[in-house]
């Protein structure tokens, strides 16, 4: 019999998640309503991180008494230099001015300190802040149904895990610390102006309305073309992902120019959509220094006049120069702060989405409890299924009813795209049925815990998932707390200590991402002793001898069949040795079944079946022996 493999309808993927909240909208072009919102509407997605900095409270203040210091230590410096040059060059004498620049030695050391406290607790607050959204993130991202990443690119959720948090790691650490030290320091230094000179300080302020319209106005278009770089590199390190975990398919193919041209073309598109970006940051940053620049050369012109005119002493033009510098200088570097804030919103905005979609299975607010004492009994009625992103293709299940009673093994056969599959998926409710329903010991899934449902089943897939990691971690999985006996006797029961203590560290050895150092029937048997220590009193087997070698799969298959014993066990079958042991077989086909009995009575009816297991004699595949 040939290889009965299933094809689902192919899941249509997108390059970026579906819009979720109201707040997290995509970027605007110049036509857009959103053209008029605020300034604060703009950064809105940053909100998103605020209970995050909030649970950092001695750190926050930390930082702000940081902070307060280092700004009035920099506004204090005008003052000490103003007194130098009005009073320490007229009395020819040196000891004033020893007194004062001593004074400045210590405002530097109390800036040097102020500085590094400020910075090592901004900078703490941006990487614990970054740990927790990566943690909070990648936990719901668990939790989202297989729907959603029958939609999405599991390349792209990583980039959103990796690059965005990296971009918010500086905005909520360095670049949050810039712009409250520099408006701070930017209200702190137009105060002391005004207070210094009130005539030459309306110059200063005068510029500032001129600076900050093309600041908010070009803050949209800053951000919209963030996030479209943020979009093309998503894209870039997602295909990045595929290549590289396929590299031995892709050198096998010769593929490697093949791969790298269009790993170079996603890579030069995030390089044009970053261009772009920066091309409004420097304009907007070009037009910011000219301003500031213009309006310090206008003080220093009327400064002078007064100074020649005796109006001024020299010291006040000094300490109001210095003042108008500070303000220029914090106002030149809000641009900016603003520019990477804009884009941190981007990528919060990224990442708010992905915590904002919801699972579409979960569990009820109140579930059904399962039965204490689990029998294994399942029973599928009615059901019908159509993949959400099949389309308007035909179900892939249609009126599917059948029941396997505890402790009993049935066999489900047919050709490729029959449902098989599917009816796996649907037992562990990954996908709920379009219609129909199905019981778990004589609870509709529907109304149980998810949890509680998927502990009472063990799956051993067609091709074993294996982490990088040791032996031990690999069987242990999804056992918490397993000792190191337990997970010993599973890999006896399933073939697999022998090979295991083989190893150069026996269960403690690293067997690299996939398992990459192990064989197809070294991976199949750890998988098998992974659903041996789940004790699980239903047992999913997928195709699970499938593409081993003769050798290997009498070892899976004796593993299987100690594992089997005293489970309720549903097979996908490929070869013969398992449904000659199993009591019942269901022959699909087209989501239906159209047959149903023993490996003799389906032969002897001369079907579906039979045509089936006649072709696979026809090509030498018997049985496996006993």
Do not use: C
Request: no cysteine.
């Amino acid at each position: 019999m040939t290889p009965l493999r299933e094809t689902r309808p192919a899941p249509a993927v997108t390059r970026s998640l579906p819009e979720i909240q109201p707040e997290a909208m995509p970027p605007e072009d110049p036509a857009s309503p959103a053209r008029g919102r605020s300034p604060m509407r703009r950064l809105s997605p940053l909100r998103r991180l605020w209970p995050y900095v909030l649970r950092q409270r001695k750190l926050v203040a930390g930082a702000l008494v940081f902070l307060l210091l280092a700004s009035i230590t920099t506004l204090s410096l005008p003052i000490a230099v103003r007194r130098v040059v009005d009073h320490g060059f007229s009395g020819g004498g040196t000891a004033f001015i020893d007194t004062y620049f001593a004074m400045l030695a210590v405002l530097a050391a109390v800036l040097a300190l102020a500085s590094a406290g400020r910075y090592y607790f901004v900078i703490t607050i941006g990487e614990r802040v970054v740990a927790d959204l990566r943690r909070d993130v990648f936990a719901h991202v668990l939790k989202l149904s297989p729907g959603f990443y029958d939609r999405n690119l599991s390349g792209e959720i990583v980039s959103r895990l990796t690059a965005d948090t990296t971009q918010i790691k500086s905005a909520v650490g360095a670049t949050a610390s810039l712009a409250l030290r520099n408006a701070i320091l930017f209200v702190g230094a137009v105060a002391m102006m005004a207070w210094t000179s009130p005539g030459l300080s309306v110059i200063v302020i005068a510029a500032i309305p001129l600076i900050i319209g093309p600041l908010v106005a070009f803050g949209r278009s800053v951000r919209a073309r963030s996030r479209a770089a943020q979009d093309r590199l998503a894209d870039a390190s997602a295909y990045a992902g595929e290549a590289i975990a396929a590299s031995r398919i892709v050198q096998a193919f010769t593929a490697e120019p093949i791969a790298a041209a269009r790993f170079g073309q996603a890579a030069d598109e995030a390089f044009e959509a970053a261009r772009r970006s920066v091309v409004a940051r420097a304009f907007l940053t070009a037009f910011a220094i000219f301003l500031i620049t213009f309006s310090i050369v206008a003080v220093l012109w009327v400064g002078a006049g007064r100074v020649v005119s005796g109006t001024m002493t020299a010291g006040t033009l000094g300490q109001f120069l210095f003042y108008a510098v500070f303000a220029a200088s914090s106002l030149g570097q809000l641009s900016e702060v603003w520019n990477d804030l804009t884009a941190a919103a981007g990528a919060a905005e990224r990442l708010s989405e992905l915590l904002a979609e919801e699972p579409e299975i979960r569990s009820p607010a109140a579930p059904s409890p399962l039965p204490a004492r689990a029998l294994g009994s399942v029973r599928f009625e009615n059901v019908s299924f159509r993949y959400p992103t099949g389309g308007a293709s035909a179900p892939t299940l249609e009126s599917l009813s059948f029941e396997v009673r505890p402790g009993e093994t049935v066999a489900l056969v047919g050709p490729s795209g029959a449902g098989k599959s599917t009816v796996f998926a649907l037992l562990e409710r990954f996908y709920d049925p379009t219609t129909g329903r199905i019981l778990v010991d004589g609870v509709d899934i529907r109304q149980a815990d998810l949890h509680e449902l998927r502990r009472r089943m063990a799956l051993v897939p067609q091709e074993a998932v294996v982490f990088a990691g040791t032996v031990r971690d690999n069987i242990g999985f999804g056992v918490d707390g397993a000792g190191a006996d337990a997970i010993e006797r599973a890999a006896e029961t399933a073939h697999a200590a022998g090979f295991v203590r083989a190893m150069p560290e026996g269960f403690e050895t690293a067997i690299g991402e996939r398992g990459v150092t192990l064989s197809g029937g070294q991976r199949q048997r750890l998988a098998i002793a992974r659903a041996v220590l789940r004790d699980a009193p239903i047992l999913l087997l997928d195709e699970a001898t499938s593409a081993l070698d003769a050798e290997s799969e009498v070892l899976v298959q004796r593993a299987l069949e100690r594992l089997m014993e005293g489970r309720t066990t549903l097979v996908i079958a490929h070869r013969l040795a398992t449904i000659l042991k199993a009591d019942r077989i269901l022959v699909l086909d087209g989501g239906r079944i159209v047959e149903e009995g023993t490996h003799e009575t389906l032969v002897a009816r001369g079907g579906l079946y039979a045509r089936l297991a006649d072709l696979q004699f026809s090509q030498g595949l018997r049985p496996a022996a006993e």
